[in-house]
């Protein structure tokens, strides 16, 4: 029998991509220990129920001795966390994330590494509009591309190690420079769930017998915002926050775009809504071709 990937992985954050990895990290026999601490007593106690892993009371406690140590918490977590397992990090361990912005992470993270821990970023393009360790399941990340962004001087041989990890666990992998991971998702990921949340936010607002139809007719369209503007509140109020620039500037020019449409409606210029709707039709088509869909 093989030696596993890893000794001892902790998770810090048992939610929805926490328990999903891990799952897949024990199906996939990846570890010989697998050691977790979540913020939410539920969360825990659901973990344990589970039989995810070992399950203990602080953070400190699950990062001390761990090879691997995954932070799965939303990303507005990061600036108190770090201080807190910092000291208790095993030399030679590697730390990662999952979190949906990557250059604040290193902002938040960064400066508390201490010397000879390397500090590898992450985040798998995967997800449910769902939250919390019952939501996850081991195949979530098949197939789904996971991005890996190390910063400046990290070891080759650690960057390796976890792009095998997310290799065992169904994941393609692509290493990619922090601010351009922040710039792709920008446009890829938090435009899209901004609009769905502007829309459905408009929705609300009508008045109420036109509401009613909106749920009943919902299936012309608005019922596929609704899944999108269902994700976490706090996970998206921590990724715009965190991903502003990118995201301003991503909407400055979507915002363009919707006004030059909105033009075209109201002169009647048919040819120039139907070109626009012909090019995006073919962009489904690429990602269907890439199973991606
Ligand atoms: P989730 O299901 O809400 O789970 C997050 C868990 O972390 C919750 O149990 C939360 O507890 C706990 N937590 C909060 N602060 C903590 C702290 N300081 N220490 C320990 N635990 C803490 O969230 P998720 O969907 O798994 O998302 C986790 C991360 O993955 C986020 O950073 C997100 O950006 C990233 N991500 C998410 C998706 C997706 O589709 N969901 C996809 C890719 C990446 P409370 O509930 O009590 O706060």
Redesign the pocket.
Known sequence: MTDPLFGRIAF????????SLARAVAEQKLAAEIVI????A??RAAAAELKLGHVVDS?AAAVAGSDLVIL????G?YA??GPVIAPHLKKGAILT?????KQAVIRDLGPHVPEGVHFIPG???????????R?GFAELFKGRWAIITPVTGTDPAATAKLQQLWSAVGSMVEVMEPGHHDQVLAITSHLPHLIAYTIVDTATQLETSTQSEVIKFSASGFRDFTRIAA??P??WR??FLNNREAVLEILGRFTEDLTALQRAIRWGEGDKLFDTFTRTRAVRRGIIDAKQA
């Open positions: 810090i954050g048992i939610g929805l991509i926490g328990s601490f979540d913020a939410s539920d969360a953070a799965a918490t939303p990303i977590a108190d966390l994330d999952v979190g949906s912005v985040h798998p393009i995967a997800g449910t509009e769902h939250s919390g360790p939501a994700s976490d706090t996970m921590d990724i």
